[in-house]
């Protein structure tokens, strides 16, 4: 009885070995067709874009790898590539389909599909731009791990830096690094748009928030103010050689609150002077207020000031 069970149970092995397991007397190798590409790379790819065409993703997903598998250097390879992202995309895996679209970019950089593959990576750049981020009690989860619009950005920028999308997605690095609090690369980021695409619509744009981003990376205490005075520079600069430009208004408005915060800056120091008993220096810093900051907060109280001191002077 155990003789015959053992029979039964190798013949199941033999049967099921046979309907999925076939001999290659080229490879000589026993091949599972199941995970075996089609004899040509064309054929392999009609069949995985039948699958597509059909919006059956997973499935064509995984007819296009076997065809990267097993014909790498075929033509039909970096096709394959660009619609295995493609359908990443149709899966709601954006930041997946990036990935793989990035491979497009480093293994078939003479593809066909290369302008719409860097037009797909910034449109996912800008989905995850919009995207809110995952808070836990109050904290983003971009202070624990890297915003993926970082990468997204970069990799056109590094790869195919003289394409379309190039100025403008270096442009909106800068912004979001901006919108991260991390301004000293949210300046690299706008001075790299000047320097590197001069000409292009994103670098005037670019000199404003270069100003902006100067002006929030000022800590706002004690008595540098060379940070305060360099983005207050380039603001007054902005506006006097565009003054057409549509964000002359709001530069503008950051220009007088800068000046204000430079007129305090100087204003603080006379009261310094002051306290120290230093009177004419003082007096020298409160009439800067007045000479320099005409429009500011403190102007009145500057004039009050040199008024009082003046009886020091006689």
């Not at 190798?29 to 054929?43: E, F, H, I, Q, R």
Request: with cysteine; glycine share 4%; proline share 5%.
């Amino acid at each position: 009885m155990r003789k015959i069970a053992i029979l039964i149970i190798i013949s199941l092995i033999s049967f099921n070995g046979y309907c999925f397991w076939i001999w290659s007397p080229k490879t000589k190798k026993w091949k599972n067709p199941k995970y075996s590409a089609l004899v040509t790379p064309y054929l392999q790819y009609r069949e995985a874009q039948k699958y597509f065409d059909t919006k059956r993703y997973k499935v064509a997903l995984t007819k296009f790898k076997k065809l990267i598998v097993n014909y790498p250097d075929a033509f039909e390879a970096a096709e394959s590539q660009f619609f295995i992202g493609r359908c990443l995309q149709e899966l709601n895996q954006p930041y997946q389909a990036f990935l793989e679209f990035k491979k497009v970019l480093i293994s078939y950089p003479n593809s066909q599909r290369i302008n719409e593959v860097i037009e797909r990576q910034y449109r996912i750049g800008e989905y995850f731009l919009g995207r809110e981020p995952k808070r836990w009690l109050g904290v983003s989860m971009y202070d624990f791990v890297e915003h993926p619009a970082i990468e997204i950005f970069k990799t056109i920028v590094d790869k195919v830096p003289y394409s379309e999308y190039a100025p403008v997605s270096q442009y909106k690095l800068g912004v979001l690094l901006m919108d991260l609090v991390r301004f000293q690369e949210s300046r690299e980021a706008f001075q790299k748009v000047i320097d590197d695409y001069p000409d292009s619509e994103w670098a005037l744009p670019s000199r404003y928030q270069l100003a902006v981003a100067t002006a929030k990376a000022f800590p706002g205490g004690g008595y540098d103010s060379s940070a305060l005075e360099e983005a207050t520079r380039r603001l007054d600069e902005f506006i006097k050689k565009h003054p057409e430009a549509k964000v002359v208004s709001a530069a503008t408005d950051k220009l007088a609150e800068l000046r204000n915060k430079e007129a305090k800056k100087k204003f603080d120091i006379a009261k310094f002077y002051e306290k120290q008993k230093k009177y004419k220096s003082a007096v020298v810093y409160y009439k800067t207020v007045l000479d320099e900051y005409p429009d500011s907060d403190y102007v009145s109280e500057a004039r009050g000031k040199i008024e009082e001191l003046r009886k020091y002077e006689e």
